[in-house]
């Protein structure tokens, strides 16, 4: 050729897949997991459950919340089993065995 460079396009790949693939490689999965879910709790609950609740942290299965009013923790006990079926869907793995509001 005549000294030019021959360059070859990579396909792009999506960034979560990308992560995906590091956090696999480096053994941080649970790590990452854990992370999403602390996160996605006010997604999940919307605004009103969000603004009287914090996912504190996510130990061996158990999401633990903090509620600011007894009885907002009572109606969350209720549907304590619909909000870990609605987490673990988001997070497209079953992490979350149980929900612990204090």
Sequence with gaps: M????TYTRKVP??????VDEVCSRFGINDARAQYKALHIWSEITGDTIAAISVAER??????FIR?????????LNFRKQELVEKMNKALGQEIIKEIVFR
Aim: net charge positive.
């Design 2 to 5: 005549n000294g030019q460079k």
């Design 13 to 18: 790949r999506r960034l979560d897949v990308i």
């Design 67 to 75: 509620v600011k009013h007894s009885v907002w923790r009572m109606e």
């Design 58 to 63: 996510l130990t061996d299965g158990r999401l």
